[in-house]
Structures are given as structure tokens and as C-alpha cells.
């Protein structure tokens, strides 16, 4: 079993790549579990065409954590992609963190983490004890940082390369840095800017997805792009990035930039 | 520093906040204090609290209520929890209720202080003492002092009576060390109005400025002490008296302040002294054997002074005498200590 996650700043697009990984891996036949931990809850409505499932933390806000069964919370989505959203409190009240690892033990519990690929899909912004919980407790054991060329996605992904890195300072490393994943804004020289900070905080990147308005298009039918135009360049990216990620067996410790070294080498690359 | 292990140790200041907070909201008679946090936190607390009152011979359990929280009601926020559980306290009619907040309730950002504002129909009286994150046992007895001390009426003029602020409701020996405070501030015609806080209900509390003179139980307490006389003008005495010469100091010190003539009743207590020191000449040479407490209450001054008065030695060799922690007050607590000693003498 794989068991990967994708982590990135907020906006990014990881939910997007996360679903048409996901999606891609699943038309590949494989038993794929998407896990949307974040409380905004709309990692895998694309792959259930548009539809908000429950989330655990509100299953067990209404009926209490012994009341929640696994059909409730785990739903099959396109391309036989089982899908789970987290959720988490209200927004100002409460401790988020706290609620993803109470969701990760209640996933366990009902025996719903297993399947060749699990996929979760992070908020990535904040990476306090509750939100690393999937790299820190072994859940996720390749962890993708999504982002663009700008400075502020580039800033969020070399945090959770720090996470990372920090991470495998412990006694039971259970988590390592898998690769970089450019989900581009179309800005001169990104490619190479994404390519260039993967190699410098000892990574690589793995794929390049160029900004396409067939994603828009797909959102809009809510569809993946897997399931709207499987025909299309962009679901050919997909496939890739799927391919990829099954077959990719470097992973590392990453090695963060300081943030001035991260701002010179956005300005290195950008248009002037 | 946390190497409390005998029964005589009963000093907790290494202890949460609540637990300070708690030592002081329990010895409100009509007072219901809900603890909004997990059961744990109130548990451990009601326990202590029962067994050193049952040991102080009142054996009531503590009006403690914990909100209960869970761990739903960490990730949810507990504001709703806080609110039902005041909901149903106020429902017994109680003369106040006091809400302490614990760790968990400050970590996840619980609005505490709006919930406590709607109305209940009693009053609600809200004590951030926040567990860890408040400090420790001092800071909540401190704090819990100081936010009754806020509920006290404007006075007009200063009463005839004299405050005792802060005792240690958590000790052994309060009602002890009580009475020997009261009886020195007889001898000089002065009484005790009010006990801020043990025995007293809540609208007592409000009396708190009214007295002529606080006596704070202990220096710590100084900050409380600072308040009120700010707020009302009230001089105050920065701790009980301690051993022989701190009886008659006290005795002096409240003369001083008060403008009272203190000759008679300091010759009166000094002879007293003597009169209970050579109660005990039979002790005259004899020699003790330490335990790690008793090496403590000799560190204290007024302790090694009766030693010496009494030619009293040390043999570190053999098993130890307990005693108690905190020094001894007045003139009856030395005599109270030199009871045990010459127990162990004999024994
Ligand atoms: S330290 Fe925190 S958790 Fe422990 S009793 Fe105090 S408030 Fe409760």
C-alpha cells in the first residue's frame, strides 16, 4: 500500500491534483482512498460530482464517535475512489488539529485505511502538531509538496519542507519528501524557478502542470478532469503524474531554504 | 522541590492554578464553582480538598462541578459545554457561582468570559485561571483573592473590626492558627470581622473593605494586601506572627498601625512565654533526631531561637520526628511544637 499526501499553500490547487491523481490512479484499476483533511471540506466533491459528503467530525458532533459507521463517512466517488472528508469545527471555535487526529483514529478503528493508494489531500498553511498528523504518525509515508511559482506557495511549501525535515529527526521515521509537484500559474520561467528550488531543498520536481482551462471547464460540469475530458492534453498530465507516483521510489530528507536564499531565487527567476 | 511526601507536608505551591484557586472559592459557603476543562481536572482537586477538610474536621465534599469537557469538546470548543453546565448549576440556586477555566479551555481559545456574562439569575463570577498557562497554585490563590476582593462594596467609613485575608484552607492547622491570631488581637481589644475566605458566604465577601486592618495569612499575598488599601485605605499586616518574637512584633506592628498603646498586652504575651517555656524545662538538654521535614522547620528562626532558649540539640543519626511545614504561628505554635518534641522524647 502507498500511502502518500499532497501538502501545499492554501489556494494552490492541491485538491484539483489530488482528485485527478486520484482519479487517474483509480481508471488504472487500482483501490484508491482520498482523504481531504481539511475543514473547508471540498477535497473530493469533483470526484462526487459536485456533492459535499458528510465529514467525520460532523458525524461525530451529531452522534458521538462511537455512533459514526464506516459506510457513512467513506463514499465512492468516480473511477471507484473511495472518499473521506475530515471536516473539523466551526471556524474560531475549537481546536482543528486536534480534530484531524481524532479522525485518523476513527478511520483506523472502522478499518477504513487500506487499498493500494491512499491520497490525502492537507491544508497546508498550517502545519502545527494536528495538521502534520498524517506525516507524523506513519499514515503518510511520501509526502508531495504542490505549488506555483510564486513566492508566497514557494514560502509554504519549503515550511512543510521543514516539517519534513524535522520529522525524520525522529526516532521512528515514518515520513520523507517524495517530490515537488508545479501546478503552474503560467508565469515566465516558472517551470525552471519550481524545478530549480526542488533541487535545492534535495528534492525533485515531478511533474509540471500546466495552467489549462479545461480544469476550469471540468469544475464548472463538476467533473475531474479525468471524468470530463479524458481525452484532453491536460488528463494526459494527470495520467503521468499518476505513473509517477506509483513508480517513484526516491524519496528524501529535505533540506529548507532560509528565507532570504527563497526570495533571491524567486528573483533570479522572475520576469523583470 | 516537589518531594512532598509526608503527611505534615501539606504546602502545594508547585500546584496547578486551580487548585489555588480552588483552595479559596471552596471556603465559600453558598458557592458552587464550576471548573470548565475535563473531569480530571476537578476530580483530583475535589479530592484533595475532601480529604484535608475531612482531616480539618469537616467533612463535606466541595461544591466543584467540571464541565466535563471531552475530547469532542476540544475539537468543537466548549463554550456550549460551559454553558449548559452553568445553565443547570444556577438551576440549584446557589449564592454564586465561580467559573475557573483550565488549560485545555485557554489552548483552544473558549470565550469563557462572554459566556459568563449572559444571565443566569445568580451571580456568575468568572476566574481565568487558565492551568498551566495561569502559573501555578500562588498565582490562582492570588488571583482568586484578588477578583473577590473586586467584588467588594464602596465603604463609607472604616468598621471596628479587623480582616484575616488568605488563610491556607489547604493546611492542617488553620483553625489553629486562627485562633491564636485571634486571641493576640483580643488582648489588644480587637476582633475579627471576616475570614476573606473560609466560613463566609458570598455576601460577606463584599464586606471585605470594611475592616480596620487586613492581616494577610502570608508576604506572598502582599498583592491582595496592595488592593484593598488602595481601594479603601486599609493598612495591612503582611503576615500571620511567627514563633515568640513574631507575637509580640505582630503585637507592636498592629499598635503602630491602629494607634493602639500595645505595652501592657506585649509584656502580658511575653510573660506568657515564659511561663510556657519553663512548662517545658523537663526537655532542658535533651537531644533529637532529624527527618527531612524537621530539618526544614529548623532552618526557620523563631524555631532555633526555642532550641536555644531550651538547649535543645541535634543528632542527625536515627529516625526522624515530623513537624510541621510551615512555621509555627504565634506563641501557641510553638508550644504546639514543643508538645511533639517532647512526645518523641519520651516516646
Ligand atoms: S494543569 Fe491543566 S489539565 Fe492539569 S489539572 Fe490543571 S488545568 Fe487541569
Not at chain 1, 516539517?163 to 529527526?169: E, G
Amino acid at each position: 500500500m502507498k500511502q502518500i499526501a499532497l501538502y501545499g499553500k492554501g489556494g494552490i490547487g492541491k485538491s484539483t491534483t489530488s482528485a485527478n491523481l486520484s482519479a487517474a490512479l483509480g481508471a488504472r484499476g487500482l483501490d484508491v482512498l482520498q482523504i481531504g483533511c481539511d475543514p473547508k471540506r471540498d477535497s473530493t466533491r469533483m470526484l462526487m460530482n459536485g456533492a459535499w459528503i458528510p465529514t467525520v467530525l460532523d458525524l461525530v458532533r451529531e452522534k458521538g464517535e462511537d455512533g459514526v459507521s464506516i459506510d457513512e463517512v467513506v463514499r465512492e466517488g468516480f473511477a471507484g475512489v473511495r472518499c473521506v472528508e475530515a471536516g473539523g469545527p466551526e471556524p474560531g471555535i475549537g481546536c482543528a488539529g486536534r480534530g484531524i487526529i481524532a479522525t485518523f483514529r476513527l478511520l483506523e478503528r472502522l478499518g477504513a485505511l487500506h487499498g493500494d493508494v491512499i491520497v490525502y489531500d492537507v491544508l497546508g498553511d498550517v502545519v502545527c502538531g494536528g495538521f502534520a498528523m498524517p506525516m507524523r504518525e506513519g499514515y503518510a509515508e511520501e509526502v508531495y509538496l504542490v505549488t506555483s511559482g510564486e513566492l508566497m506557495s514557494l514560502y509554504a511549501a519549503n515550511n512543510i519542507a521543514k516539517a519534513v525535515a524535522r520529522l525524520a529527526k525522529r526516532s521512528k521515521q515514518t515520513c520523507s519528501l517524495a517530490g515537488v509537484i508545479c501546478n503552474a500559474k503560467n508565469m515566465a520561467g516558472e517551470e525552471e524557478l519550481v524545478r530549480e528550488f526542488a533541487q535545492r531543498i534535495n528534492s525533485e520536481m515531478v511533474a509540471y502542470i500546466p495552467r489549462s482551462r479545461t480544469v476550469q471547464l471540468a469544475e464548472v460540469h463538476k467533473q475531474t478532469v479525468m471524468e470530463y475530458a479524458p481525452d484532453s492534453e491536460q488528463a494526459a498530465v494527470y495520467r503521468e503524474l499518476a505513473g509517477r507516483v506509483l513508480t517513484n521510489d526516491r524519496t528524501s530528507t529535505p533540506t529548507p531554504l532560509e528565507m532570504d536564499e527563497l526570495e533571491d531565487l524567486a528573483l533570479q527567476f522572475a520576469e523583470i | 522541590m516537589n518531594s512532598k511526601t509526608l503527611h505534615s507536608s501539606s504546602q502545594r505551591y508547585e500546584g496547578c492554578t486551580l487548585t489555588g484557586a480552588l483552595s479559596i472559592t471552596a471556603g465559600v459557603e453558598d458557592a458552587v464553582t464550576v471548573v470548565h476543562g475535563p473531569e480530571g481536572c476537578a476530580h483530583h482537586n475535589v479530592s484533595l480538598l475532601h480529604a484535608v477538610m475531612a482531616e480539618q474536621g469537616r467533612p463535606a465534599v466541595p461544591r466543584i462541578v467540571p464541565t466535563g469537557l471531552s475530547e469532542q469538546g476540544v475539537i468543537f470548543g466548549g463554550e456550549e459545554d460551559l454553558a449548559a453546565t452553568l445553565r443547570a448549576v444556577a438551576d440549584k440556586r446557589p449564592g454564586v457561582i465561580f467559573v475557573l477555566t483550565t488549560c485545555i479551555t485557554e489552548t483552544i481559545g473558549d470565550d469563557a468570559a462572554s459566556v459568563c456574562s449572559e444571565d443566569y439569575g445568580v451571580p456568575v463570577v468568572l476566574l481565568p485561571t487558565a492551568g498551566f498557562l495561569g502559573g501555578c497554585f500562588s498565582d490562582g490563590l492570588n488571583a482568586a483573592l484578588t477578583a473577590m476582593a473586586g467584588l467588594a462594596d464602596p465603604v463609607e467609613e472604616a468598621g471596628e473590626t479587623v480582616t484575616v485575608i488568605g488563610e491556607k484552607n489547604l493546611e492542617y492547622e488553620v483553625e489553629e492558627n486562627f485562633t491564636e491570631v485571634e486571641r493576640l488581637l483580643a488582648s489588644l481589644g480587637l476582633e475579627v470581622g471576616l475570614r476573606f475566605v473560609r466560613d463566609v458566604r458570598y455576601a460577606d465577601l463584599k464586606q471585605v473593605g470594611a475592616g480596620r486592618l487586613n492581616i494577610l495569612r502570608e508576604p506572598s499575598l502582599a498583592p491582595v494586601g496592595e488592593m484593598l488599601k488602595e481601594r479603601f485605605g486599609t493598612p495591612y499586616i503582611s503576615s500571620f506572627p511567627i514563633g515568640l518574637e513574631g507575637s509580640t512584633a505582630f503585637l507592636e506592628e498592629v499598635g503602630v498601625l491602629l494607634d493602639l498603646r500595645a505595652e501592657e498586652a506585649v509584656r502580658q504575651e511575653e510573660e506568657r512565654q515564659r511561663a510556657m517555656l519553663a512548662s517545658f524545662a523537663d526537655l532542658r538538654g535533651s537531644v533529637f533526631s532529624l527527618d527531612p521535614m524537621t530539618f526544614r522547620a529548623l532552618e526557620c528562626t523563631p524555631v532555633r531561637r526555642v532550641m536555644e532558649a531550651l538547649d535543645l540539640q541535634v543528632d542527625s543519626d536515627d529516625a526522624g520526628v515530623s513537624l510541621p511545614y510551615s512555621p509555627p504561628v504565634g506563641t501557641a505554635g510553638i508550644r504546639r511544637l514543643l508538645h511533639r518534641w517532647r512526645r518523641r522524647v519520651r516516646a
